[in-house]
């Protein structure tokens, strides 16, 4: 499940209106197309979504202010005239408590061995703490690729905070460059890319034009229908909900009205009462957000039938994790 030199294209993704990409050079004074991968790594909930989504100009990663809401190694392409950028987003690395969360970190400890350019997160309003240290340690044993040390969250620290953390975040390790940005208010986004950028191979476009994720539809969809249903949710359940799209396509006789059929997974029946609510009204709202969202990224109208069931411990059962998607 991580980055791969000839990526495997599962399903339709999303894409844009790009104008068509150049080739690499074939003469003299001709400009040099880079294209590659760059993954961001960090400790859960230091902004990497945010700014893969940001960097991308649309949303391909889901986002939430709960921990450990990666779940895929999410792929988002940068396309510019003079290269294409590959970012791979994986999940927090952090210490597993679960088969789940065992499979979670060496899926992100496997991709950051797979990529052109590491980009390590740290957000600029926290505090340096042992889980910095250790992954700053990590990374700098990676070998020969370059890491790029991302200070986040910029718009929520004062200049003077910013600058601090900058400073302890250079101590921290041999970085290949530091930079500060907001994903929120666009702060040194550009510069970002072209750091990235600068740190890729010569070669050709890895997707076709336009295209701005390889991620299936039905993938994203059943991720838009899990973060609704993280808004509000407390304690230990964000991590008990998974999602799987049983069955999504047009209405037979309609061209502008798309059927989704999903399902709900919890581990216990005391969460599947959470998630539905008083006479089923925050399964109603949960269901109205993913509606929306789905909308928004398949631009015509959906029809969103939305179930629950218990998979009781399904975090931990090898068996559940392999038919929910989250193989070996």
């Known amino acids: 499940m991580g980055a791969s030199r000839r ?6 993704g999303v894409s844009a209106g790009w104008p068509a990409q150049p080739q690499p050079p074939g003469g003299p004074g001709a400009l040099q197309f880079r294209s590659g991968f760059a993954c961001f790594a960090g400790r859960p909930n230091v902004g990497k979504s945010t700014l893969m989504n940001a960097l991308v100009g649309a949303k391909v990663a889901i986002t939430s202010s709960r921990p450990q809401t990666t779940r895929h190694a999410i792929r ?8 294409q950028l590959v970012i791979i987003d994986t999940p927090g690395l952090h210490r597993p408590r679960t088969l789940l969360g065992e499979r979670l970190d060496s899926l992100a400890r496997s991709t950051l061995t797979e990529v052109d350019v590491i980009g390590f997160c740290i957000p600029a309003p926290d505090r340096i703490g042992p889980g910095d240290k250790y992954l700053a340690a990590e990374l700098s044993g990676i070998g020969k690729t370059p890491v790029v040390a991302i200070v986040t969250k910029t718009d929520q620290a004062s200049p003077e905070e910013v600058a601090a953390q900058l400073a ?12 500060p940005v907001s994903a929120v208010t666009g702060f040194q986004l550009e510069v970002l890319t072209d750091v990235l950028v600068s740190h890729l191979p010569p070669g050709v476009p890895l997707y076709p034009e336009g295209e701005l994720t390889d991620e299936p539809e039905q993938v994203l969809v059943a991720e838009l229908i899990r973060e609704a249903a993280l808004e509000g949710v407390r304690d230990e359940l964000p991590h008990s909900i998974a999602v799987m799209v049983e069955e999504m396509g047009p209405r037979a006789g309609r061209d502008d009205l798309i059927d989704v059929y999903a399902q709900m997974y919890v581990e216990r029946p005391s ?13 109603k709202e949960v269901g109205t957000r993913a509606r929306q969202q789905i909308e928004a990224l398949l631009g015509t109208k959906v029809y969103l039938d939305l179930r629950i069931k218990v998979a009781k ?3 931990r059962d090898p068996r559940q994790l392999r038919r929910l998607g989250f193989y070996d």
């Open 7 to 12: 990526p495997q294209r599962a399903g339709t």
């Open 76 to 83: 988002g392409i940068v396309n510019r005239p003079d290269a």
């Open 168 to 179: 302890a975040v250079a101590g921290l390790g041999d970085w290949a460059d530091i930079v």
């Open 271 to 283: 969460q599947k009462s959470i998630v539905i609510g008083a006479k089923g009204a925050r399964l």
């Open 313 to 315: 411990d399904w975090q």
